[in-house]
């Protein structure tokens, strides 16, 4: 591949929308299927320049690259969805999955995807959104070292990391395990704290002892159960991830299980531009346990 003018959009979330706005603004059209989509997602869209097509096949008709970037639990549906929309259309866009997933589900994406006679495209965008940061994307696969350069932005470095399906997801997973991981191991221990009423006497001794810890701990815990819907299934992934390499999975099923318990309470309904950032770290802790207590 040596051009590139149009993306097909799959996914107007915040990092879909915050991509698809500097592949815009750097001249390529963006384009996706907002039919039934929210208000909100449309806003978003329309303000990060994405053309509404109307239909999925109307997309993939249009394309040159089908960027799919949305919460994990989604990826592999949506990757059979555009399959079967290339079959419909008889059209073969390069079919790219930027999305927090292991290799083992990227290898099912892989079959559905060259199922239908497209080529294959494995992603992992590490970092913020573009609108708040310079993320990575990494890209893996046979094309990834000419499709890199195309899509580089100065707010969006894409690293191509070598043609084998799989590498770029799977140092996604690696990272996130580390971050993400963290941050729900110091919700699980805040609880604990709160429970055993140490959380006091805990968090100044991690001021004074553990600065990393205790900036995570009164910067990250409160804000989790807002996105504890998509990170949870990205811990099963990472589990899964670690588990294919012979090592447990425990403590990231652990990890999932905490996100599970943080998707149900109240502070859920919260988003990155809503959460309360003065809300001391006890009061969401409190929040955590008393859903932790309803649930039996």
């Given at each position: 591949?040596?051009?590139?003018?149009?993306?097909?959009?799959?996914?107007?979330g915040?990092?879909?929308?915050?991509?698809?706005?500097?592949?815009?603004?750097?001249?390529?059209?963006?384009?996706?299927?907002?039919?039934?989509?929210?208000?909100?997602?449309?806003?978003?869209?329309?303000?990060?320049?994405?053309?509404?097509?109307?239909?999925?096949?109307?997309?993939?008709?249009?394309?040159?690259?089908?960027?799919?970037?949305?919460?994990?639990?989604?990826?592999?549906?949506?990757?059979?969805?555009?399959?079967?929309?290339?079959?419909?259309?008889?059209?073969?866009?390069?079919?790219?999955?930027?999305?927090?997933?292991?290799?083992?589900?990227?290898?099912?994406?892989?079959?559905a995807?060259?199922?239908?006679?497209?080529?294959?495209?494995?992603?992992?965008?590490?970092?913020?959104?573009?609108?708040?940061?310079?993320?990575?994307?990494?890209?893996?696969?046979?094309?990834?070292?000419?499709?890199?350069?195309?899509?580089?932005?100065?707010?969006?470095?894409?690293?191509?990391?070598?043609?084998?399906?799989?590498?770029?997801?799977?140092?996604k997973?690696?990272?996130?395990?580390?971050?993400?991981?963290?941050?729900?191991?110091?919700?699980?221990?805040?609880?604990?704290?709160?429970?055993?009423?140490?959380?006091?006497?805990?968090?100044n001794?991690?001021?004074?002892?553990?600065?990393?810890?205790?900036?995570?701990?009164?910067?990250?815990?409160?804000?989790?159960?807002?996105?504890?819907?998509?990170?949870?299934?990205?811990?099963?992934?990472?589990?899964?991830?670690?588990?294919?390499?012979?090592?447990?999975?425990?403590?990231?099923?652990?990890?999932?299980?905490?996100?599970?318990?943080?998707?149900?309470?109240p502070?859920?309904?919260?988003?990155?531009?809503?959460?309360?950032?003065?809300?001391p770290?006890?009061?969401?802790?409190?929040v955590?346990?008393?859903?932790?207590?309803?649930?039996?």
């Open positions: 591949m040596t051009e590139i003018k149009t993306i097909g959009l799959l996914g107007v915040d990092m879909g929308a915050a991509v698809g706005r500097t592949l815009a603004e750097g001249g390529l059209r963006v384009i996706s299927d907002l039919a039934g989509r929210s208000a909100e997602s449309r806003a978003r869209a329309e303000k990060a320049g994405i053309e509404d097509v109307g239909s999925l096949d109307g997309v993939i008709t249009a394309a040159d690259v089908l960027m799919s970037i949305m919460p994990p639990a989604f990826a592999e549906s949506a990757a059979v969805d555009a399959a079967a929309a290339m079959t419909r259309t008889g059209k073969q866009p390069l079919y790219m999955d930027l999305n927090a997933i292991s290799p083992i589900t990227m290898a099912a994406i892989e079959k995807v060259v199922g239908a006679g497209a080529k294959v495209m494995d992603g992992g965008i590490i970092g913020r959104s573009p609108d708040l940061a310079t993320p990575r994307v990494y890209l893996s696969g046979p094309d990834a070292e000419a499709v890199a350069p195309l899509l580089g932005r100065p707010d969006m470095k894409v690293i191509a990391l070598g043609p084998d399906i799989g590498q770029a997801s799977t140092l997973m690696l990272f996130a395990s580390l971050t993400k991981g963290s941050w729900a191991m110091m919700a699980a221990v805040g609880m604990a704290a709160e429970r055993y009423k140490l959380l006091p006497a805990l968090l001794e991690l001021e004074g002892n553990n600065q990393h810890a205790f900036t995570g701990m009164q910067n990250w815990v409160g804000f989790l159960a807002a996105d504890a819907h998509r990170f949870g299934p990205e811990m099963d992934e990472i589990a899964a991830t670690l588990a294919s390499a012979g090592i447990t999975p425990k403590f990231h099923e652990g990890a999932a299980w905490v996100y599970d318990v943080l998707k149900d309470t502070l859920a309904t919260e988003t990155r531009a809503t959460w309360d950032r003065s809300r770290v006890q009061e969401s802790l409190k955590y346990l008393d859903t932790l207590d309803k649930r039996g």
